[in-house]
Every structure is written in structure tokens, then in C-alpha cells.
């Protein structure tokens, strides 16, 4: 059975990117194990769950009810209660990597952990299976090659959360929810393209107007360049969880 290696902060990671992948991944047969900071159990972030102080924009950016539903399945499985440390893992033992995002404030430790830096540069020198959604690509844009330096992505083409979706949810909610829709004063598209050889190997895909699900896989877009594959937004997670299957398989 190929085991594949889901890390996530201890709060805030959005329940639908790592849900959904966990959901289809274990349907189909593998093992996803998950790491945390300290090794205890994570918490999604709940406004993305509760659509607590959303306001009108609720049905627009809370997490839909299968997402919620998988969330929960996910939330009281062995492997997701039982979390490893950050410090024990051990790239080798893993055929594959899975990064889901998270836009809350809580997911800075997580995508500004060294340690997880080095071993998404580890799966990238051994070409091993790496699947990146939304904010996950920040970390894999983060993470340098032992080699040249350079982030591990700088001559893969891939995708991210789109400037204009980051902007138009913090514009949406800013009046009272401030910054939250904001990680970084720097957006995702922004970060991840800066650390690419040229601009074009960012691509947006179609506008991203509905989420897919099981049903509608074209509604969500994706892009693969050899071992690594990467999605844009909770969107695209039904997608983006088959091909990473595909992939794998």
C-alpha cells in the first residue's frame, strides 16, 4: 500500500484541500498519514467550516456541505488523530506528498517551517509524486534545491490561489473581517511567480466560477509538469484529487 505524507499546521488549513484528497485517496486504497508541528491533531479553520462572519458572501465562501461531511469523516479517522511531529518524519518512508492550503493566519508556521521545506526540496530531487493546492504551493515555492538554491519550482510550470480570487474575498469581507483573506501583504500569485523562471509558468486556467465534485470534474482545473501537480483553489479539489491518484497510480 503507497503511502502518502499529508502535513498541516495545527490550525487553520482549509477542510475541503485536505479533505476531499484524504476522502478519494483512502476510497481508492492508500495510506495518508498526517504530520503536525508538535504531533497533535490539527483543526481546519473553522470559519471556513461554520461560515461564522461571512455575512451575505456565506454561501459563496464557506466550505460546501460534502466538504464538511468529509472533513468530519477525516477529523475522526486513526491516522488524522494519531499525527506524527514535524521532526520524525522521514521523507523515504513516503511514495508521495500531498499540500493542502489555508488562508487563515494559522498556516504560517506551516508554510514557513524549515523543516517541511526541506522535505518537499527532498521529493522534488528524488521526482517522487507531490500534489499542491492553493496556499500548499507557497510551500513548495519556498523550499530550495539543495543544488542550485533556487525554489524547487523555478522551471516547473504550475498553478496557485489567483491574485484576483485572494483579493476579491478580502475586498468582500475587509469592512469587518480585516485582513483575514490576506496571509501575507504579498499574494499567492504574486510569491509563487516571483520564484519561477519566467512569469508564463504560472497559468490561471478558465475562470473559476463553480467547484467541481465527483460529478463535474471539468469545473476544476489543474496543472501537471512531470512528478508535481498543482491546483488552485477549494474549486478544483475534486480534480485535483483524481489526478493526483492518477499520478500516484
Not at 59 to 88: E, G
Request: aromatic share 12%; proline share 6%.
Amino acid at each position: 500500500m503507497k503511502k502518502v505524507l499529508v502535513p498541516l499546521p495545527d490550525y487553520g488549513f482549509d477542510p475541503t484541500e485536505a479533505a476531499i484528497p484524504w476522502l478519494l485517496l483512502t476510497a481508492a486504497g492508500y495510506d495518508v498519514q498526517f504530520a503536525t508541528p508538535g504531533g497533535y491533531s490539527a483543526m481546519a479553520d473553522l470559519r471556513m467550516l461554520r461560515g461564522t462572519d461571512l455575512g451575505i458572501w456565506k454561501w459563496v465562501l464557506t466550505a460546501r456541505k460534502d466538504a464538511v461531511m468529509a472533513y468530519h469523516q477525516m477529523s475522526n479517522s486513526d491516522a488524522f488523530c494519531n499525527p506524527i511531529p514535524y521532526t520524525d518524519i522521514v521523507a523515504d518512508n513516503y511514495d508521495a506528498l500531498l499540500l493542502p492550503g489555508g488562508h487563515d493566519k494559522g498556516v504560517r508556521p506551516y508554510l514557513e517551517s524549515a523543516l517541511l521545506q526541506q522535505v518537499v526540496s527532498h521529493f522534488f530531487v528524488t521526482q517522487k509524486p507531490v500534489g499542491a493546492i492553493c496556499h500548499g504551493v507557497v510551500l513548495a515555492a519556498r523550499s530550495k534545491h539543495p543544488q542550485t538554491g533556487l525554489s524547487v519550482l523555478h522551471t516547473y510550470k504550475t498553478t496557485a490561489l489567483l491574485q484576483s480570487q485572494e483579493l476579491m474575498a478580502y475586498r468582500l469581507t475587509r469592512l469587518w473581517l480585516k485582513d483575514y483573506y490576506l496571509t501575507y501583504p504579498v499574494t499567492v500569485q504574486a510569491e509563487v511567480t516571483a520564484e519561477l523562471q519566467d512569469a508564463a509558468q504560472f497559468l490561471t486556467g478558465p475562470l473559476p466560477l463553480k467547484r467541481d465534485d465527483a460529478r463535474h470534474l471539468r469545473r476544476g482545473f489543474t496543472v501537471l509538469d512531470r512528478h508535481y501537480l498543482s491546483a488552485r483553489w477549494p474549486g478544483d479539489a475534486y480534480h485535483f484529487a483524481t489526478d493526483f491518484i492518477a499520478l500516484l497510480g
